[in-house]
């Protein structure tokens, strides 16, 4: 056995985003055992059940939290261990595109953005203009949001193999009549890939739930996926990729088929997907979450202009990410 020191800062955060994903899955399970306990409940009454439903509030519960936070602080330790070991390589001129391809970093993007080589760069399909797009002290990622231009001309290069956003798609499914490269769950899909996390599945409307919810905006993570629900005009809903951290319950996030116009092909263009749309949260008195989207003016399907501040999006619901 070799005394060696050092480390695959690729992997290490690729197993650091594990351990923050089992920790939101604690929660999850949390949330779903708060579910059986009320119900349980509704259907026991007396001493016998007090004490029972009394266990899972005042020892079993808490115990669990503790656990989802106590998993979920060891992989943001990885992930700053990572950081830092990413930042002194860069200083000392040695900064390996290996450490960086598809994999992402919680911290100021001032920071990251020295660190990243060109090589990296361009492994990692972004650039320092857009790595900036994340400000200091907010969630931000070494894998940038894509732009426009990379979505319809670029390469990626996710799990080691190049492939345009397109591809990609078709590649895991995402083809008519199923679905397309211009709908929002594609683009929700590609860009968990893009940042080593969990594929959703289902519609808009249901790929929170399919990766795990979270109950708190505080859990809320680059890469999170909010979902919106469907209504009679759009029975699939909607989702949306958040990208950062504007205040307690704000975030910027990313989508695709914010104009609706991907009803017959994909349409990929300015109007149709967005880096820009600012998400507000508030709470009901049942515990669940409000949305309200402010979206820049965008042209829908019938030549209408549609979007603005404060679009009621209804209850969303939200997964994990990265580490908040």
Same mark, same amino acid.
């Given at each position: #056995?070799?005394?060696?020191?050092?480390?695959?800062?690729?992997?290490?955060?690729?197993? %650091?985003? *594990?351990?923050?994903?089992?920790?939101?899955?604690?929660? $999850?399970?949390?949330?779903?055992?708060d579910g059986i306990v /009320?119900?349980?409940? #509704?259907?026991? $009454?007396?001493?016998?059940?007090?004490?029972?439903?009394?266990?899972?509030?005042? *020892?079993?519960?808490?115990?669990?939290?503790?656990?989802?936070?106590?998993?979920?602080?060891?992989?943001?330790?990885? =992930? !700053? !261990?990572?950081?830092? *070991?990413?930042?002194?390589s860069s200083v000392q001129g040695s900064s390996s595109a290996l450490g960086l391809v598809g994999a992402a970093v919680v911290g100021s993007a001032v920071?990251? $953005?020295?660190?990243?080589?060109?090589?990296?760069?361009? %492994?990692?399909?972004?650039?320092?203009?857009?790595?900036?797009?994340?400000?200091?002290?907010?969630?931000?990622?070494?894998?940038?949001?894509?732009?426009?231009?990379?979505?319809?001309?670029?390469?990626?290069? =996710?799990?080691?193999k190049?492939?345009?956003?397109?591809?990609?798609?078709?590649?895991? +499914?995402?083809?008519?009549?199923?679905?397309?490269? +211009?709908?929002c769950a594609a683009y929700a899909a590609f860009r968990r890939a893009q940042l080593g996390l969990t594929l959703p599945n289902g519609n808009g409307d249901s790929e929170a739930s399919s990766v795990g919810l979270?109950?708190?905006?505080?859990?809320?993570?680059?890469?999170?996926?909010?979902?919106?629900?469907?209504? /009679?005009?759009n029975p699939y809903g909607h989702v949306m990729v958040v990208e950062q951290r504007l205040g307690s319950n704000e975030f910027r996030v990313s989508e695709m088929n914010a104009a609706g116009l991907s009803v017959n092909g994909p349409s990929i263009n300015a109007d149709n997907f967005r880096t820009d749309s600012i998400l507000k949260l508030s709470q009901n008195s049942n515990g669940s979450w409000n949305g309200?989207?402010?979206?820049?003016?965008?042209?829908?399907? $019938?030549?209408?202009l549609q979007g603005g501040n404060n679009q009621p999006l209804g209850t969303v619901t939200f997964s994990g990410g990265l580490a908040p």
């Open positions: #056995m070799t005394n060696m020191e050092g480390m695959n800062i690729g992997e290490v955060l690729h197993l %650091a985003n *594990q351990f923050i994903g089992r920790g939101s899955e604690l929660e $999850t399970a949390v949330s779903a055992i /009320n119900q349980i409940s #509704m259907n026991w $009454t007396g001493p016998d059940a007090t004490a029972f439903v009394g266990w899972w509030h005042s *020892q079993h519960r808490p115990n669990l939290v503790n656990a989802a936070s106590a998993v979920q602080g060891l992989g943001q330790s990885a =992930i !700053n !261990n990572a950081r830092q *070991q990413e930042l002194a920071g990251v $953005t020295a660190a990243v080589s060109s090589t990296a760069k361009a %492994a990692a399909g972004g650039t320092v203009a857009a790595a900036a797009n994340s400000a200091p002290g907010s969630l931000g990622a070494v894998t940038p949001t894509p732009s426009l231009d990379q979505l319809t001309s670029g390469t990626f290069n =996710i799990g080691g190049e492939v345009t956003y397109s591809q990609w798609c078709a590649d895991h +499914g995402y083809v008519p009549p199923k679905s397309d490269a +211009g709908q979270v109950n708190s905006p505080s859990s809320i993570g680059v890469g999170s996926l909010v979902s919106v629900p469907g209504t /009679n005009d309200a989207l402010d979206r820049s003016l965008v042209m829908s399907p $019938t030549g209408v």
